[in-house]
């Protein structure tokens, strides 16, 4: 089974749009959605049955045993994250500022105060028309993303080594801070899609260094090529000095806008101009990966 990562150095290049395509182009695969920042690949793939829900527990926050609190406000003094106000006649820890430092928790005289496992989000297993789909959410002002990704991986994992699947299709997450390297981490391939602009240039360039050094082999997707034909053939030529593998360029697509209203992957739409480009993609990944 194959683990195949779709990436971009930033946000908005049609890194989904790729990862929903080529789940409908692999003949066997499980798709996973690893941008748990902002889960999208199941708005195209359109689930139609939630499976299971897991829920994920990541880092401490605090919490106050109000039985034993004096109304001290040692507590709020020492708090450097300004996690706990005085509301009501009673100390409230807000649960989005606390950063489960345990300050608190040494500092309180009464030992009212205690770290607690934080529920910091929720992944599901849900069936989808291509087969499992295997997404989450991280709930907001959460910093773990990193350790959800992870968990939706394993899912995925064990899910295709189940229902014994060829591929799993990992939507990653954009940049590449602690969610992207999760997303990455022991792939067999990584794909990242990049745009004909100076700073989609520079994060492309930014990816590329972060993938050398986690070992993982990549190749690079130019996504709307024809908007800067000049910016484009920088992008074509840097690939060509640094000896990476230009899987290919896809044209500026109209009907990838009538695509997402409607729901569903480009590659659907038999009169795309840029569904013909990714099939193309397509054929070279398999390629390398299964020798077709």
């Not at 789940?23 to 199941?42: E, G, I, R, T």
């Not at 840097?238 to 230009?246: G, M, R």
Request: proline letters at 3%; a negative charge.
């Amino acid at each position: 089974m194959k683990q195949i990562a779709i990436i971009s150095g930033k946000g908005g290049t049609g890194k989904t749009t790729l990862s929903a395509s080529l789940s409908y182009l692999f003949q066997n695969p499980v798709m996973s959605d690893c941008d748990v920042d902002a889960s999208n690949l199941h708005l195209l793939l359109s689930p139609v049955e939630l499976k299971q829900s897991y829920e994920y527990y990541g880092g401490k926050k605090a919490e106050i045993d109000y039985e034993k609190c004096t109304n001290c406000g040692i507590c709020k003094d020492k708090c450097r994250f300004e996690a706990i106000d005085f509301q009501q006649d009673k100390y409230v820890i807000n649960e989005y500022a606390c950063e489960g430092c345990k300050l608190c928790v040494l500092t309180c005289p009464e030992k009212a105060i205690k770290l607690v496992e934080n529920l910091a989000g929720y992944y599901y297993e849900s069936k989808s028309p291509k087969g499992v789909l295997v997404h989450g959410d991280l709930n907001p002002g959460e910093e773990t993303s990193g350790g959800l990704v992870a968990e939706i991986r394993k899912k995925s994992f064990s899910v295709g080594e189940n229902l014994k699947k060829d591929v799993i299709i990992i939507d990653g997450a954009p940049g590449i801070g602690c969610p992207a390297t999760s997303s990455v981490a022991g792939v067999n391939y990584a794909i990242i899609v990049t745009e004909p602009t100076l700073s989609g240039f520079h994060d492309l360039q930014r990816a590329v260094e972060t993938l050398k050094k986690m070992r993982v082999k990549f190749g690079v997707v130019i996504n709307k090529f024809d908007l800067n034909e000049s910016v484009s053939s920088s992008l074509e030529e840097w690939c060509f000095s640094e000896n990476i593998d230009l899987l290919g360029k896809i044209p500026f697509d109209e009907m990838v806008n009538l695509a997402t209203r409607e729901a569903k992957p480009i590659i659907l739409y038999e009169d795309s101009i840029s569904s013909k480009y990714i099939k193309s993609i397509y054929q070279k990944i398999s390629q390398i990966l299964f020798n077709k």
